[in-house]
């Protein structure tokens, strides 16, 4: 992040796109379609939806430009302030043709079901792995009633990581987090939570095990009905509104062989937990390399994961990513 995006972070800016929905009133009451003369000239003072529309770019010089999510002075100040998106932008709709931003350009729906969250997210290639309803909660922001973690949708979801603009700068995955259920948040008027990002860090592990739809494995490590050991989460939406959630389905591992316990050539994945420096001395060896190319054997042994169509160029990368 450029220097002046880490001032807005200190100053209470807007995370690369995941704040939206903590604007100024007087920004929710401008739509979308506002006249541009008339954005323009409020501009001045509060950020308008036009304005914050520049920052959910795909571009990277578009993209790191307009944080503010109040008042469009700290964006003057620090010089990150742009007037419209490039040449292809249109008046009308998100004002994006041609570029993926992760917003449609509407304004927050009045009223959400699971099944249209579910919709816009499959069309950005995440799924709803699970939710819980809430109140009053100090690790969630102030206001939720319902949060829905969001992880990969296969197939498509590696396809549409690799061919994005931020794949092959820094922290592509991240980025592409940010960008895209931020642009999810701003959509539907909720807050887009990440796993990355600190210290500190979000407590996904503990809110997946709340959903009732993400359990502790044999290995310790979180196991999904549909993904098995593979999943994995890209952020989490905090909603304002209750939604109907589904009942729990059965834990897959209460059924299983659990082949996952002896499958770590390494020994250091088993059910007494993780011995990461071991994990590491033998990826370091000639035996390890079946599991930097292919992945970690463990979590491709659970009969869930195989049937997951995870991408082993995916699992790849995650290894290089965590043994470096």
């Known amino acids: 992040m450029p220097r002046a995006g ?28 506002v006249a541009l003369w008339l954005d323009r000239t ?31 002075v700290w964006d003057r100040i620090f010089r990150t302030y742009r007037a419209q998106l490039g040449a292809r932008r249109t008046g009308g709709g998100a004002g994006m043709a041609g570029r993926e931003t992760g917003e449609t350009g509407g304004e927050p729906l009045a009223a959400l079901s699971l099944t249209d969250i579910a919709a816009q997210a499959a069309a950005r290639h995440l799924q709803v792995l699970g939710g819980f309803a809430c109140q009053d909660d100090p690790t969630l922001p102030d206001g939720t009633r319902t949060l829905l973690m969001l992880g990969p949708l296969e197939p498509g979801y590696w396809a549409a990581v690799t061919a994005s603009p931020e794949w092959g700068g820094p922290d592509p995955v991240d980025r592409w987090s940010r ?3 931020g642009g999810l948040a701003c959509d539907l008027g909720a807050k887009a939570l990440f796993p990355f990002g600190g210290p500190p860090y979000l407590p996904f592990f503990t809110w997946a095990l709340r959903t009732g739809s993400v359990w502790e494995s044999p290995v310790k490590l979180l196991v999904h009905g549909q993904q098995g050991l593979m999943v994995s989460f890209r952020g989490a939406l905090a909603l304002k509104q209750s939604l109907d959630l589904p009942a729990p389905p059965p834990r897959p591992c209460d059924t299983c062989a659990q082949p996952c316990l002896s499958a770590c050539p390494a020994g250091a994945l088993t059910g007494t937990g993780y011995d990461v420096p071991r994990c590491h001395g033998f990826l370091d060896s000639d035996q390890g390399q079946d599991c930097m190319t292919g992945g970690c054997l463990v979590r491709s042994t659970c009969p869930v994961s195989q049937a997951y169509a995870r991408m082993p160029e995916q699992s790849a990368y995650h290894m290089r990513q965590f043994h470096r």
């Open 6 to 33: 880490r001032w807005f972070t200190k100053l209470g800016m807007t995370r690369l796109g995941g704040r939206c929905d903590q604007r100024l009133d007087l920004q929710h009451a401008i739509t979308h379609k």
């Open 42 to 72: 409020l501009r001045w003072v509060p950020v308008t939806p036009d304005m914050h529309r520049v920052h959910h770019s795909v571009i990277r010089a578009e993209h790191d430009r307009n944080y503010g999510f109040a008042l469009s």
């Open 179 to 181: 960008r895209v259920v």
